[in-house]
């Protein structure tokens, strides 16, 4: 199942089965995601450069996005 996580510029989409838990993402905006809250990811909390970064170094390739405009 598919979960999306919109900002006005941007969408995180994020596949579950494909995620290993690596942590990656985690561990690089821990202001964005984060296990413990519901919804665990908050794109909000980091600019729309900050999470692209960070999307290319998931190494499952369970994280992606689109460009909402």
Same mark, same amino acid.
């Not at 980091?46 to 970064?53: D, K």
């Not at 960070?54 to 390739?61: A, F, N, T, V």
């Given at each position: ?41 908050? &794109?909000?909390? #980091?600019? %729309?450069?900050? =999470? ?6 998931? &190494?499952?390739? #369970?994280? %992606?996005?689109? =460009?909402?405009?």
């Amino acid at each position: 199942m598919i979960k999306e996580y919109k900002t006005d510029d941007l969408t995180i989409i994020w596949q579950p089965e494909k995620c290993t838990h690596a942590g990656v993402c985690v561990y690089q905006l821990p202001k964005v995601y984060n296990v413990n809250e519901r919804p665990w990811c908050k &794109p909000q909390n #980091a600019t %729309t450069e900050e =999470l692209i970064a960070q999307i290319k170094l998931c &190494p499952s390739g #369970a994280l %992606t996005y689109k =460009l909402n405009k």
